[in-house]
């Protein structure tokens, strides 16, 4: 049965590239302006030999900006085909369809059962959300791979693997790199300590896993003392930057938010 399960695993990891190779056949891409501008972004990293500090704006304020994570982690595929659209996309792919593997891994320590695992893996590799969403060259395109990490890490620290904790610091700085609405993380995670009470790390776990995600976060940091605080002004003040949410009551504003 243990072998069997691992068999039917690959063939549906392989199952899943298939239909996210057959959904960008054709050319059947989305490439917008933000694909562009991150493309734009990878160029100046890979050609112009421009380290990247500070990302590109959210849209609705200037002043607040993404991380630059995703323009590294792009770097490989646009460096070593000279900046063909398609090696972004089959690395995409690649890292989506292998989501399903820590799903797997994820669900099976969960549920302590194959089949469950089995059926996670199938719904992740078959999605139809999770299969346009691998062809997308934006910034929040890795967060797919990351977010199940960052769960996997928390059940792992649930358990009393010191590991887990840093597998957490790491995957959620990575992932507020790749796109600063998941933020909301932070929160979940202190309802996480809050229901599963884990064990408090020791000194030394702490600060592996508090520098690790500092470091995750570093060029973050570094744009916000460059802009003189500028982003996290605008969070504060979020009820006067955007015009949309003025309108709203705070209690509205965090239901949204949740």
Request: aromatic share 20%.
């Amino acid at each position: 049965m243990f072998k069997f399960s691992y068999i039917l695993l690959f063939l549906i990891l392989i199952s899943g590239i298939w239909l996210r190779h057959l959904n960008v056949a054709g050319n059947n891409i989305a490439f917008d302006f933000d694909q562009i501008e991150d493309q734009f972004y990878t160029y100046r990293l890979v050609f112009d030999h421009d380290p990247l500090i500070i990302g590109r704006a959210v849209y609705g304020d200037p002043k607040l900006h993404h991380g630059v994570f995703y323009y590294y982690y792009n770097f490989i595929p646009f460096l070593i085909s000279s900046g063909n659209f398609f090696a972004s996309i089959y690395w995409n792919i690649l890292f989506n369809a292998f989501t399903a593997v820590i799903i797997f891994i994820l669900a099976k320590l969960l549920f302590n059962r194959d089949l469950p695992a089995l059926i996670s893996v199938f719904i992740a590799s078959f999605s139809f959300e999770m299969i346009k969403f691998s062809s997308w060259m934006t910034i929040d395109t890795v967060t797919i791979f990351l977010v199940p990490l960052f769960y996997l890490g928390l059940w792992a620290y649930s358990k009393s693997k010191n590991f887990g904790l840093l597998l957490t610091s790491i995957s959620l700085g990575l992932i507020i790199q790749s796109d600063l609405t998941f933020l909301y993380l932070i929160p979940i995670t202190l309802i996480y300590c809050l229901i599963f009470k884990p064990k408090i790390p020791t000194i030394k776990w702490f600060l592996i896993s508090f520098f690790a995600f500092v470091i995750t976060v570093l060029t973050l940091i570094l744009t916000e003392i460059k802009l003189n605080f500028a982003g996290v002004k605008t969070l504060l003040g979020f009820n006067s930057f955007f015009s949309d949410a003025a309108k709203l009551t705070m209690a509205e504003r965090l239901y949204l938010f949740f």
